[in-house]
């Protein structure tokens, strides 16, 4: 069996089943240029299920809000919490209010809000796709030939 963390040294190490959204950095040898990033895209799941949303917790309970947030009780998720004082971490819900709102158990308490990424857990079989390195940001522009 073969544990693979955030990089491997070959395409070949990379498992079938995999959470969906996982990237990993394929390290070819010593030098960064030629190395490249893969992402898993698990079969019957949308490209980007990525949400972004507020969130506020008051002692150990975090409610998130984001609309349309498609989720459900015990549905698993990972919070990445982008500011204040949260934690970031996997968690489960336990209570879903609505179809914007939603509450999870934290490890820590106290009280703060802000903002977060919601990244809903998907594993499953399917294939990894060439991304752009994390914190890339990568635009189309459409050049005219004189």
């Known amino acids: 069996m073969t544990v693979t963390t955030t990089e491997a040294n070959n395409i070949a190490d990379l498992p079938r089943v995999c959470r969906h959204g996982y990237t990993v950095r394929i390290v070819n040898s010593g030098e960064d240029m030629d190395d490249y990033y893969l992402r898993f895209q698990a079969e019957g799941v949308s490209a980007d299920i990525v949400q972004q949303a507020t969130y506020a917790r008051s002692g150990s309970t975090i409610t998130v809000t ?8 015990g549905s698993e998720v990972i919070l990445d919490i982008t500011s204040g004082n949260g934690s970031d971490g996997y968690y489960t819900i336990t209570s879903v209010a609505d179809a914007n709102t939603f509450t999870v158990t934290d490890a820590s308490s106290g009280t703060t809000s ?5 990244h809903p857990v998907r594993f499953g079989e399917g294939v990894w796709e060439e991304v752009a390195a994390p914190g890339i940001t990568t635009t189309s522009t459409t ?3 004189l």
């Open 66 to 73: 984001s609309a349309g947030h498609g989720l459900s009780n």
């Open 114 to 118: 802000g903002n977060v990424t919601i």
């Open 143 to 145: 050049q005219q030939c």
